[in-house]
């Protein structure tokens, strides 16, 4: 009965830790209520592109400290981009905050590095519309 218990427990546990370990604050820019688009569809761009392009959404991203790897962050970015309608999403800005954080031992502390995007959701205009 003990090892039903542990078996059940643990995969809720996981669960919960890994969709915690992000941050994400939405601005709506664009009020048009949007579809949902597919996730792979979504470009991650670090510069402005040369179409034309409309913000719909600004979000702020955290990894809150557990060092994601590059492709994960892409992965994150265009999930949220497509849950906002995007078709692109346009990386403002990346800060890298630093801070100190108490360990669970007396005396210990450790260096937590957390990166925040700031990231803009496009969609592009079609030619010859303003």
Known sequence: MGTWRSRVVFPLIAVVSVSGCTAIRVTYVDPTPRNQTEPSSIQVLRGEPPRAYQVVARFQFADKGWNLSEAELNRRIRIEAA?????????????????????????????????????RVIVFKQSGVH
């Open 83 to 119: 849950r906002l309608g995007g078709e692109a999403a346009l990386v403002e800005q990346m800060v890298h905050n630093h801070f100190v954080s108490e360990g669970l031992l007396i005396g210990h502390t450790a260096e937590v590095s957390q990166r925040v995007l700031f990231v």
